[in-house]
């Protein structure tokens, strides 16, 4: 009957999972999309240095947040991420909330992709000797394009998307190589680093975007199997992602701080491209736009299709209007969700700049991260350790939900320092919908039906 | 009109395409099937046609 | 960068992944078109014809019963590969005044599932292990679902057993034939089932589930050398 792997009950060993092409994906497609855009707007709140200590406070939040994940996930038996989790620990408003969280992020990091490729081909463009190229053009075609993909469902292989991600990847590295970091030949540190030029509370501020290297990584390396046995560790995939990354990002901090003065690099679209136009040389250049394009549209096709789903979810589950629960009858996608969603992207990616359309992205994602910290806190304090099995258990608990809700706060804060008026509107839109969802939709919510983990009733209650 | 243009153009156009299609389609699809069966599909329905009852096999129901 | 060179690369990178995709779609649709094909033979006068999906199934009679094979790609529940489940369905008239769907591993997104219809949720016995959504419509759903439930709790030992639901049109059994490579999922939300098929004996015993839960609903013993 299954033709899948025969690792079902088994212990899943990283290689034998993925194979080893795909361990290259581990950390890629969606979210190595964060090296090529969005990290350097750290650079633009409190200097270069600044975004390379954001950068490493990011990895010990993603950190904190992989191994609270890991135990949650594998004790939840219901697939479904952090949705399914909220619906089985607290209940459905909050699940409504982490709902809304999800497809938020995603939807403004489609937007931010979206408005990148616009803007790398309206430079080519550019560079071509268009000078009044445009990108807007290419930011609308790249969402329908891609939203269309989603909506008619495609079943082919794309057996060269390895191929196009290992590019991505290594584009880095050989950028990385070709500014020859051994010499001062290319890179100029000693003159362009110039300290932290907002003082300390700069490093505070530019943790805003430090997240932006990682974001998402909790969600891309989680693809539930239908039948699983719970992880028993770390699983290997997140956290090899995360160091991945984490040497991915210094590399490109390294590369382009040493390249670009920080008021440049501060504000930049498309860092790395930028990078390899310095050099000069052709063929890097197309190698970085291809690395570029590439994991922007990963990235974006991620989006869409996740967005789209947890949409679909909140529908069923009736958080939402029932309506958004339809499934195409001969594409068997979630049609009328993906087509809900288009034209929040597509508002977004037109008007609003990169750097506020990647805060809202990143707010979401806090949002989640700091909800995710309080649950753990409730869910070991309702069903302590040995009322149900785990399969992870992570240690030193509450140090990582406590070390996790400080890094949050912090970067809430890092958030206001500049970009205040965001901060405040998303709370208010959160707050008019949890307030919307508790007066007019919880009457048409099944509890009985969301719960279906056979869990002892919850200590203390 | 320069060449880039006409790339921008030819964006444009597609991005309307695609866009017309996905609406058409949704709205089509909305028409053509019931509410019911598009929120829970058609394979859940177990239909009349094709019921067969097997041949009897000596006394019973 | 000259202009023309520029254009033509640009040109033959887009010509290069229409035709290769255009090959990598007849490669999928072919490879999906014959994943009944081995079981063909399973039933009498068995017929394959594609649906509307785009994935294949197979009608026929088996022991002088209806049955259709279908196949349901799910791609739809959040964070969890895509999957494509096996849906066994013996198509008669049976005697029961109610209807009851046992979905395993209940997502909130399984839009395939008869769980969805009815309204009435009824207590999963004892011995039920897995997480599991039980609906039933009517005045006999309870009745029906004790009658079931021992045979039922037998085959949740298949991990790979998703659903089974009695109405009085049929009964209907679904396992997991397929899952989608997770590299592909990954990168790119593609959906691939590699190798999928379905093999005669796999289809057998699922079919023997069947005519065996039809048989505890009727109370008779099947004529051996049917």
Redesign the interface.
Known sequence: MNQTTAVHGEKISLLRVLGPAHVWALGVGIVLVGEYMGWNFAVGKGGAIAALIACWAAGLLYTCVAMIDSEVTSTVAAAGGQYAQSKHIIGPLMAFNVGLYLVFAYTMLEAANAITLGYLVQTVGQMAGFADAQDKPFIVLSIMFLAWLNYRGVYATLTVNLVLTAIAFIAVVILFVAVKPWSTELLNHKEILNGLPYGWIGVLASLHFGLWYYLGIEGTCQAAEEVRSPARSLPLGTMAGIMTLLIAATMTWYLCSGLMPWEYLGQATTPLFDAARLTSSTPLMVLLFVGTMFSTLASANGCINDASRAWFSMGRDRYLPTWFGAVHPKNRTPFRSIVFLVPVALTFAYFAPLDQVITFSILSGLLGYTYMSVQVIFFRQMWPLDTIKRGYVHPFHPIPALVLLTICSATYFAVFLGYGTQLIAMMVFFIVASLWFHFHRYKYVRRGDQFTMNWPRPQGY | M????L???A??A??LV??L???F??IK?NRA?S?D????????E???T??????H??G?? | MPLTLAALLLAAAIAFFIIFGRREARLAASARHSILDPSKDVLDAGKIEIDSCGFPKLDGTFRGRSFRVGLIPDTLTFRRLPQLWLDVTMKRSLPVDGSVAILIRPTGADYFSLTDRWNERLEPPANFPEMCLIKGDGPGARHILERIAPYVANLLHDPYFKEIAITPRGIRIMHQLAEGKRGDHLILRQIVFENARLNPEDLEDVIAAVLEVENLLLNVKLVSAA
């Open positions: 320069d060449n880039f243009q790339i921008e153009y964006a444009w597609l991005s695609l866009g299609y996905m609406l389609d949704t699809t099937y509410e069966l598009l929120t829970s599909s058609r394979e859940g177990i239909d009349d094709l019921v067969i009852d097997p041949p096999q000596g019973h129901l």
